[in-house]
């Protein structure tokens, strides 16, 4: 509906549309909280029983309760599309060691104890763009091996890729009026590699440009300069 109304250009309607936007939003994000929270509680109770008699029938019934309760609390997507995986077939997977730490578990230290849980039901709702900007960065560490990239460096070449891309029409055109899987027949992936190889090009043509002229890498300095004004 606020999609909708914005084609209107009623300034009066945007405005009571963007109004009930946001309190649907606010709702949700509590649901979504309250979900979070009744996910927290169940794990932290089953584990905490194993250690203490509590001895409380009410409580063990809100256990069960919350239990099969938040299994049913999902979001329904009317355009849901049902995806056959029967043909899909495990073919390599890859081992990364993401860190190392000796936990020192025999000190007597303080700093070495273990801390009781202290934060339960202390979720906040994620912001979309930084949760859909986190799963992009977990499935290009996925694809590209990342000893000298940066999360940064892989989401700014996925950036590239992605305007070089939205350059195309036709292809813009497909997506639009398709499904991901229909577009993906389509002159999509041929668009791709050729965005890939147009940004190579193009990046090694300002390189050279920048490295053979000390006027024009002032120039470009100040323009990064800028950016990173604008962006603080």
Do not use: W
């Not at 509906?1 to 309190?23: C, G, H, Q, W, Y």
């Not at 936990?103 to 039901?121: C, H, R, V």
């Not at 990046?203 to 002032?218: E, I, T, V």
């Amino acid at each position: 509906m606020f999609e909708r109304t914005k084609k209107t250009n009623d300034p009066v309607l945007i405005a009571n549309a963007e109004k009930s936007f946001k309190e649907c939003k606010q709702e949700k994000d509590a649901l979504d909280i309250f979900k979070k929270d009744l996910g927290t509680f169940v794990r932290f109770y089953e584990f905490m029983s194993q250690i203490v008699d509590y001895d409380n029938k009410e409580l063990e019934k809100l256990s069960l309760y919350a239990r099969n309760l938040r299994p049913m609390l999902r979001e329904s997507l009317l355009d849901e599309e049902n995806i056959d995986l029967d043909s899909i077939v495990l073919s390599h997977y890859r081992l990364s060691a993401i860190r190392q730490q000796d936990l020192m578990l025999k000190e007597d230290a303080a700093e070495y104890q273990i801390k009781p849980g202290s934060e339960a039901g202390s979720a906040r709702a994620r912001d979309r763009k930084e949760e859909f900007l986190s799963q992009i960065i977990n499935r290009l560490n996925e694809l590209f091996i990342t000893d000298q990239l940066t999360d940064k460096d892989m989401v700014n070449y996925a950036y590239t890729i992605r305007d070089k891309v939205s350059e195309n029409e036709r292809v813009m055109q497909q997506i639009k009026a398709n499904t991901q899987a229909q577009a993906m027949l389509g002159d999509f992936n041929r668009a791709v590699d050729d965005a890939v190889m147009d940004s190579s090009d193009a990046h090694q043509n300002q390189m050279l440009q920048l490295l053979s002229d000390p006027d024009k890498a002032k120039g470009f300095a100040r323009v990064i300069f800028d950016l990173l004004k604008l962006s603080q």
